[in-house]
């Protein structure tokens, strides 16, 4: 199978695993990654999921080229499904945190921008390339850049088409962090143990309050916070937050 979902506790590790192909997406991939990120999203034991590939060469090559039919795309009839089935259509709460272990072009930048954070192996690079190819960013890449980086920073990326190191990226805050490549999935276990620890239910409204409300007005992005936070107010793991501060112990959160 060229996806794999491991469990550790309430994280779900899923590797793209296509190494000979540089983790390039094709037909069966997307399969893989709509198989796991469904279950994800539907599994009450999971609360958070890293998206990494095998190998240390690529995170992904983006699409196949090799399987891409230019003149299918171009077919008034054809519906492109979504982009590695992550980057349109799809929505959880739960975070995502992409580890990229190395190149991430095309629509392997496009899946770590599908991400909620992201950690980078310090030789990593990233970058848009289609335009070197004379296709543009289909899986929300020109929508997705933009509302990343600074504006000028993603037009140099979506018309030059050239990668930037990990290094810029983190300047630009396009990544997390960048780390030794040898420790990046240790390094990202942290980051997703620390966000596990937390209230999940306060974790996804979070979430939600950002993705609903960023690119909305203020009046209505505070509004949308007032309800999400009124609403954690009744779980019972607010509750348990509290109760927990006041024992001097750690809580120990349902998602309930
Ligand atoms: N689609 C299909 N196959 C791909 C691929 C892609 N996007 N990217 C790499 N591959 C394949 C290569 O064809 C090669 O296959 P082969 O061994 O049968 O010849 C294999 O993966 C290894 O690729 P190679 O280029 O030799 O590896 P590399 O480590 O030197 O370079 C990349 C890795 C990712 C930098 C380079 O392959 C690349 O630039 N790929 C294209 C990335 C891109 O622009 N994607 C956007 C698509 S719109």
């Known amino acids: ?43 009450a034991d999971a609360w ?29 009839n054809y519906v492109a499904p979504p982009f590695g089935f992550i980057t349109r259509d799809f929505h959880t709460d739960k975070p995502i945190i992409a580890a990229i272990n190395g190149a991430a072009l095309g629509g392997g930048l496009e899946l770590a921008l599908a991400c909620d954070l992201r950690v ?40 030059t088409g050239a990668p930037i190191t990990a290094g810029r990226a ?8 960048v ?3 040898a420790e ?5 276990m942290e980051l997703a143990q620390t966000i596990v620890n937390n209230g999940p239910l306060a974790v996804r409204a ?3 309050a950002v993705d609903e409300g960023a690119d909305g007005s203020l009046a209505e992005g505070l509004q949308l916070e007032q309800r999400l ?10 509750a348990e937050g509290a109760r927990a501060f006041a024992e001097k112990r750690p809580p120990a959160f349902t998602a309930n």
């Open 170 to 177: 983190y300047e630009v805050g396009l990544v997390n962090a």
């Open 1 to 43: 199978m060229p996806v794999t979902v491991v469990r550790e506790g309430h994280i779900r590790i899923v590797t793209i695993d296509r190494p000979e192909a540089r983790n390039a997406i094709n037909r069966e991939t997307r399969a893989g990654l709509e198989a796991a990120f469904t279950e994800f999203a539907s599994d």
């Open 48 to 76: 958070l999921a890293v998206l990494t590939a095998a190998g240390d060469k690529a995170f992904s090559a983006g699409a196949d080229l090799k399987e891409m039919d230019p003149a299918q795309r171009a077919d008034p």
């Open 229 to 238: 936070s009124k609403a954690l107010f009744s779980t019972h793991d607010a």
């Open 179 to 181: 780390v030794p490549s």
């Open 206 to 208: 979070a979430k939600r």
């Open 120 to 159: 980078a192996a310090d030789h990593a690079v990233l970058g848009l390339t289609e335009a070197k190819w004379a296709l543009l960013p289909g899986g929300g890449g020109t929508q997705r850049l933009v509302r990343s980086i600074p504006r000028a920073v993603a037009m140099e990326m979506l018309m």
């Open 184 to 188: 990046l999935m240790e390094r990202t």
